[in-house]
């Protein structure tokens, strides 16, 4: 069975730094990935997806992300961090059936400094 | 508004009560995901609907757990006999064509505290 683990539980970062959060995935053939963001009091949001092709993504608010099949991994990297991105984050895989069930990691929480 | 709603947004209730939680997605959203957060914990899959049918229901942790989907548009997950340990946030998403190939779309969660 697909699962995802996040390494990092938690992570600090300075306002201005840059950011790598450590996503890991266990899975038969290529993987649908995805990250998403839980800002508190609001719902998930995804900031980007893998599905083929290009294996640097780009996503929303500065965000991207390179899979590497070798790691199997599918680390999230911004190069410069604002106080707004302190949330929760959570990688996920994509079900390798076709009925689309989405497997979420345990997440990265992130503290920003100002 | 146009995001996926979530009613009650608190539910506290006693052990031993049901407790139903409704889900209202964007429109012509085929798909309906229901995911379960435990504090500290990322979303747990409980059941996945395209349309008015139950696609997966494996995530459900036991037959105390029921959801339904009826006209393929608003769903209710339904508890009996709750348990302290079914506290958690329920979390509903919903998907335009499901959740492999787009994006889900998630309300803010139902909290459920049973005492």
């Known amino acids: 069975a697909q699962s995802v683990t996040q390494p990092d539980i938690h992570i600090t970062v300075s306002e201005g730094a840059s950011l790598e959060l450590r996503c890991n995935y266990s899975?038969?053939?290529?993987?649908?990935l995805f990250w998403y963001v839980q800002s508190p009091g609001q719902g998930l949001q995804l900031l980007l997806k893998?599905?083929?092709?290009?294996?640097l993504v780009q996503g929303i608010k500065g965000f991207e992300a390179e899979f590497k099949r070798s790691q199997s991994s599918f680390n999230l990297r911004k190069p410069s961090v604002h106080w707004s991105d302190a949330a929760e984050y959570f990688c996920?895989?994509?079900?390798?059936?076709?009925?689309?069930?989405?497997?979420f990691g345990p997440g990265t929480s992130l503290s920003v400094i100002p | 508004g146009a995001g996926v709603s979530q009613t009650p947004s608190n539910k506290v209730t006693e052990k031993g009560k049901y407790v139903e939680l409704r889900c209202d997605p964007i429109?012509?959203?085929?798909?309906l995901y229901w995911y379960r957060q435990s504090l500290g914990q990322g979303p747990e899959f409980l059941i996945y609907?395209?349309?008015?049918?139950?696609?997966?229901d494996s995530g459900l942790p036991n037959d105390r757990f029921f959801a339904v989907r009826p006209e393929g548009s608003v769903s209710t997950l339904k508890i009996q006999r709750t348990e302290r340990g079914d506290s958690a946030v329920y979390l509903c998403?919903?998907?335009?064509?499901?959740?492999?190939?787009?994006?889900?779309?998630f309300g803010e969660g139902s909290r459920l505290t049973v005492l």
């Open positions: 998403a919903s998907s335009l064509f499901g959740g492999n190939t787009g994006e889900l779309f």
């Open positions: 899975y038969g053939a290529t993987p649908y």
């Open positions: 893998y599905f083929s092709g290009d294996t």
């Open positions: 996920a895989v994509g079900e390798e059936t076709s009925y689309d069930k989405v497997i």
């Open positions: 429109s012509g959203h085929t798909a």
């Open positions: 609907f395209q349309g008015t049918g139950a696609a997966d």
